[in-house]
């Protein structure tokens, strides 16, 4: 039960969610303007209307058969059962800052180098799909589109588009902008192979009336489906009328198109090299949906660049940041304990989801000599103590991952484990022909030493870096370590110039789509997540076979085999990753229960986190403000663990 696994790159080894405007924790610029509190809403989700004002918006002109006023929806589905997402209670306003290592190299939502994590939160802020799934069933769930129809033989599928639907810009949301939309991301000019690789598989959209659309699969698939209803995000045809691939990426560097959902991003709010700005629409068409009922909250969400992470630690600690995702676990366990956090003015938590696990790792070009020898690959990774690591440096905050799908129930148990290995490791290079020694002790073949470049974005990271440099030098394997900007380091991903990299991934869904991450077709092509170059026979076949496999348990069963041979051809060194998400925080906010959805996470990309779920709670703001004045007084703060959703999932399955 896992939605799209669609790769999102981490601009560095930790990616940051923190926050920088100057002055303190509570300030006025943060302030809720608000001091009317929302206590006694109501949490029963009956008294929040799936679609209030059904139709209102709708055209006169088109008849109810055809999607206009008065639809029955009868022989269509739809989803109207669904329990609430957000806490009622929330209260709107104020500001919600945010950090980013670097400016990102565009904010295309598709095409070249888009794929990055703000990218992925505006988004997920700005635009919609036609379903989206419930975060916590995964069950459809209307969004642009109120029904659907999937026929017989699961290869076409009709959408009939909510008549009240508006983009930013106050056109109605019709469906064009569907057939407009795919016509976008299937433009070859566009550049964009991942996304061509995904809906090329589909015949063009028809539009068969202004309010429904219908669109037929080439080929049977179970995401088919998914990948069109509630990853398609749809742009208005208005303006793609004159914009082709090309057009869009010549124009709409840092420009963005009207977007349907609850933020919008204007031109002046994108202050190049320095921050973007996400505002909430007070005209947005859903805001009284039962879908949306306490979420997106904050006025304006705001991400600045501070380009050192110790930096953004210390901002955060003064109270310029509202909040910050812990990725060290010396911070976590040494520096989170003072006079502030037992105050509590300052909280945080372990919060522990259903969030797929992350991706932590170093890769080999495998494009290039002799990192296209497997003996080569495999020897550095056993040349790699990364329990030594999580034992002397993250206090055994983490566990080592062995496996393309940590911690999901795609991982083989029977992948390799990796331990450090060196004698293993030097019987491995002497097979590939490094065997030789020179008056320095180093390893050569031909006469030329074994050396290679890693590059990686995060100074930080030098700390276990130089340890992996030392325990390689010992062995007589040389490793340059180059620190480059993480703009830089995501470039030279994109474009595969590389030799060694240290790299990771965040879960963007949570059901695996390993088509487009590991086929042999997105091995050469650049901008694509098939960075270190597989290509593989059985990959493809086992690809191909899981894209049209209904059944749960042999999927299941394909993943494990496919990871098997992902893990066995070392491309990747693994790392490590964390059972949960570690966030503090400024102790003003109101939250729900879980912290974030039960898929969501610190930056609400897959499911509903911070920017969607949180909300500044004037009754703790001011409270915070009398404490900031007064060090005795001690506020509450909840448990440093949260399991509310695994105590959750216990009651599921009784």
């Given at each position: 039960m896992w939605k799209r696994w669609n790769l999102i790159v981490i601009l560095g080894l930790v990616s940051l969610i923190a926050s920088c405007g100057g002055g303190s924790g509570a300030n006025k610029e943060t302030s809720s303007g608000s001091s009317a509190s929302n206590s006694n809403a109501s949490l029963n989700k009956a008294d929040y209307p799936v679609f209030p004002d059904a139709d209102a918006g709708a055209d006169p002109a088109v008849p109810a058969e055809q999607g206009g006023k008065g639809f029955k929806g009868e022989g269509w589905e739809t989803s109207t059962d669904f329990d609430l997402i957000g806490d009622p209670r929330a209260v709107k306003g104020g500001l919600y800052r945010d950090a980013m290592l670097d400016f990102p190299g565009t904010l295309r939502m598709v095409g070249p180098?888009?794929?990055t994590s703000l990218n992925a939160e505006i988004m997920s802020m700005a635009y919609e799909t036609l379903l989206t799934l419930h975060p916590t069933t995964l069950q459809y769930m209307p969004q642009l589109a109120t029904d659907w129809q999937i026929a017989p033989d699961k290869k076409t599928f009709r959408f009939r588009i909510n008549p009240n639907a508006r983009f930013s810009d106050g056109t109605p949301v019709t469906s064009d902008d569907v057939v407009a939309s795919w016509k976008l991301v299937t433009d070859k000019t566009l550049q964009d192979p991942s996304h061509f690789e995904t809906y090329s598989k589909f015949e063009p959209p028809i539009n068969e009336s202004k309010y429904i659309v219908s669109v037929k699969t080439k080929e049977l698939g179970w995401q088919n489906f998914e990948n069109f209803a509630a990853e398609l995000r749809i742009f208005p045809a208005h303006v793609l009328k004159t914009t082709d691939g090309a057009a869009y990426l010549r124009d709409y560097n840092f420009k963005l198109l009207p977007g349907s959902g609850p933020y919008i991003v204007n031109l002046e709010d994108v202050i190049k090299g320095k921050s973007v700005s996400l505002r909430r629409r007070k005209d947005y068409w859903a805001a009284k949906y039962r879908a949306n009922a306490g979420q997106y909250n904050f006025d304006e969400i705001r991400f600045v660049v501070v380009r050192d992470y110790n930096l953004i630690f210390e901002m955060f600690k003064k109270g310029e940041l509202d909040?910050?995702?812990?990725?060290?676990s010396k911070w976590w366990v040494q520096e989170l304990n003072y006079d502030k956090f037992q105050q509590g003015v300052l909280a945080k938590q372990k919060v522990y989801d259903n969030y797929p696990s992350d991706l932590q790792f170093m890769l080999f070009n495998t494009r290039r000599k002799p990192w296209d020898d497997l003996r080569m690959r495999k020897a550095i990774t056993l040349l790699f103590d990364r329990q030594k690591l999580i034992e002397k440096l993250f206090y055994n905050e983490y566990s080592p991952i062995n496996s393309y799908f940590p911690a999901t129930p795609?991982?083989?148990?029977?992948?390799?484990?990796?331990?450090?290995?060196?004698q293993t490791a030097l019987k491995l290079l002497a097979e590939a022909g490094w065997k030789d020694r020179d008056a320095q002790g180093r390893l050569t073949k031909g006469g030329q030493p074994l050396q290679l470049e890693l590059t990686y974005p995060d100074k930080g990271a030098e700390t276990y870096l130089t340890i992996f440099q030392d325990d390689l030098r010992k062995v007589g394997v040389t490793l340059n370590l180059r620190l480059v900007a993480p703009e830089t380091l995501w470039k030279m991903e994109m474009k595969r110039e590389f030799e060694f990299m240290s790299s990771g991934w965040v879960a963007g869904g949570v059901f695996p789509t390993p088509g487009v991450e590991f086929k042999s077709a997105m091995a050469d092509k650049l901008d694509?997540?098939?960075?270190?170059g597989f290509k593989d026979k059985r990959i493809d076949e086992i690809c191909d076979e899981y894209d049209i496999t209904y059944d749960v348990q042999k999927r299941t069963q394909l993943l494990q085999e496919l990871d098997g041979i992902l893990t066995n051809q070392y491309h990747y060194v693994m790392e490590w990753y964390g059972p949960s998400h570690r966030v503090a925080y400024w102790n003003k906010f109101g939250m729900p229960q879980g912290v974030f959805s039960r898929v969501g996470d610190y930056h609400g990309t897959i499911g509903p986190g911070i920017p969607q779920l949180w909300?500044?709670?004037?009754?703790?703001?001011?409270?915070?403000?009398?404490?900031?004045?007064?060090p005795k007084i001690k506020l509450p703060v909840p448990p440093v663990e949260n399991h509310y959703w695994q105590e959750y999932a216990k009651t599921e399955r009784k």
């Open positions: 180098e888009s794929n909040a910050f995702d812990v990725r060290r795609y991982e083989n148990p029977n992948n390799p484990k990796n331990l450090y290995d060196p694509t997540t098939n960075v270190s909300w500044i709670d004037p009754a703790k703001e001011a409270k915070l403000q009398e404490a900031m004045r007064d």
